[in-house]
């Protein structure tokens, strides 16, 4: 190789070497750059929501989230899929990649407002902390998989109604399985059969209780089951704060 070449290689190695180091460090800038400005894993964003059930305080109300989960996904030119964690603090939106971020505002205000809950955005470490487990399918629900939550929350409602009459000694011990099973299916029918959160109303849970207070007669005898308001008379187990009241026009079980 002549001087000349010799001169004009150094240039070039220097150059490209410049241009490997260059490469490598955007390459470590990415995924920074993506955990900072897009959604969660696989285009997931995480927003905060108020959906734990009153009556059962561990797990989210499935009568109230199904339908809210089932509206964001009407927008299906937005949103591939929406979820519920297990707990009801949180739902977890899959937006198609070409949504804006006025569209994706637009859509949860939308169907927020119908359902009377706010979306809030979780902040980067509150997302990190809940993403880590999706989209397991024992800690999120899709859509109508929330009759599971519904499901289950029968069984704390029939399970926390027992245990009040039983502190009130109103049903024989040899009649309280038969009573606790008839109490959950009563309330699993109501949750799997409404057709809007809005169903649960006081009108709703006064002719639910009614049913129950027929079902006790089958055990007691007619007019010896006396009426108990159902979602207030046990102290809920996992509970908050005060015990619901008629005065408030307020239940454990929410009522509208």
């Not at 964690?85 to 637009?106: C, I, M, P, Q």
């Not at 407002?113 to 024992?138: D, I, M, Q, R």
């Not at 009459?165 to 949750?191: G, H």
């Amino acid at each position: 190789m002549n001087p000349t070449d010799r001169r004009g290689y150094a240039p070039r190695v220097k150059f490209l070497s410049g241009a490997v180091a260059l490469s490598a460090l955007l390459l470590l800038a990415l995924p920074m750059y993506a955990r900072l400005y897009s959604p969660g894993p696989e285009g997931v964003s995480f927003y905060a929501v108020p959906l734990v059930c009153s009556a059962a305080p561990t797990i989210g109300c499935g009568s109230k989230a199904k339908f809210l989960l089932v509206d964001l996904e009407q927008h299906s030119e937005a949103i591939e899929g929406a979820w519920l964690n297990r707990k009801g603090t949180v739902v977890a939106v899959k937006w198609r990649g070409t949504v804006s971020s006025d569209k994706r505002e637009a859509v949860l205000k939308a169907v927020g407002t119908v359902h009377n809950s706010t979306l809030t955005a979780l902040t980067s470490k509150e997302e990190a902390n809940v993403s880590a487990s999706f989209p397991s399918k024992k800690d999120w629900f899709r859509g109508r998989e929330v009759d599971e939550l519904s499901r289950e929350e029968a069984r704390i409602i029939a399970k926390n109604t027992m245990k009040g009459y039983r502190e009130k000694q109103l049903v024989k011990p040899s009649f309280e399985k038969q009573f606790e099973a008839d109490v959950e299916k009563i309330y699993t029918d109501l949750f799997l059969s409404i057709s809007s959160y809005k169903d649960l109303s006081t009108e709703t849970y006064n002719r639910i209780e009614a049913q129950i207070q027929a079902a006790g007669e089958k055990y007691v005898g007619i007019g010896n089951m006396p009426r108990v308001e159902l979602c207030t008379a046990p102290k809920l187990e996992g509970a908050k704060g005060e015990s619901c009241t008629q005065a408030t026009g307020k239940s454990c079980c929410d009522k509208n």
